[in-house]
């Protein structure tokens, strides 16, 4: 999605310099293995491609670091909840049920181990046809805002199902660089404002 591909090179120090592209400084176990070799680790594995990847990269001076983390509560939210002081997390989820499991457990995972909940991102919201402009609620409608009330927590905004989304991923070019007039893009920008506003500010 960042249009990145390749191995780290090593500093003198021994670690990884991460890739960069749009300013961003990106590190992934995809950088470190095969492209179409499987990751089946689980346990003391995982952590420790977890610590590798948060202590032995050459990150230089961060305002944050944004992790990525698969649906669940297992081995790497735990592993990373408890191996890093965590400002915040987002919850992000499309409308439907089964989506919506993982993230209610997810939400209260992070509670447990005292990592703030910023709030949810309901992905994939709406369909819109681009002939017509129709709209519809291909996996529900109210989901996300459902459960952010149960759990007390704010909608930090919408993504829609749009296929502008989708092409600009796959060629890694981000929306948000490639087409920022877009709504699509105004929608991540929207999102990135609101957790903004409930971060602490970094040092200077």
């Not at 209610?104 to 949810?120: D, I, Q």
């Not at 709209?135 to 905004?157: M, N, Y």
């Amino acid at each position: 999605m960042m249009n990145l591909k390749g191995n780290p090179e090593l500093t003198p120090k021994n670690l990884m310099r991460p890739l960069k592209n749009y300013g961003i400084a990106c590190m992934s176990m995809g950088f470190l293995i095969e492209e179409t070799a499987p990751v089946v680790w689980r346990g003391l594995m995982v952590m420790s491609a977890v610590e590798k990847l948060l202590r032995q990269v050459d990150w230089g001076q961060l305002d944050y670091l944004v992790v990525d983390m698969p649906p669940g509560t297992g081995d790497v939210q735990l592993s990373v909840s408890q191996n890093i002081p965590i400002a915040g997390a987002v919850i992000v989820s499309t409308p439907q049920d089964v989506a919506l499991l993982d993230a209610h457990k997810g939400a209260e995972m992070f509670r447990k181990v005292h990592v703030p909940v910023l709030g949810l991102v309901q992905n994939m919201s709406v369909f819109q046809c681009p002939k017509c402009k129709h709209e519809t609620h291909i996996f529900g409608a109210d989901g996300v805002r459902d459960l952010a009330k149960t759990l007390g927590l704010d909608i930090l905004g919408n993504v829609p199902l749009h296929v502008n989304i989708r092409e600009t991923c796959d060629s890694g070019q981000p929306v948000v660089i490639s087409q920022p007039q877009s709504d699509a893009a105004k929608a991540y920008l929207k999102i990135a404002m609101e957790i903004s506003r409930r971060l602490p500010v970094p040092p200077s």
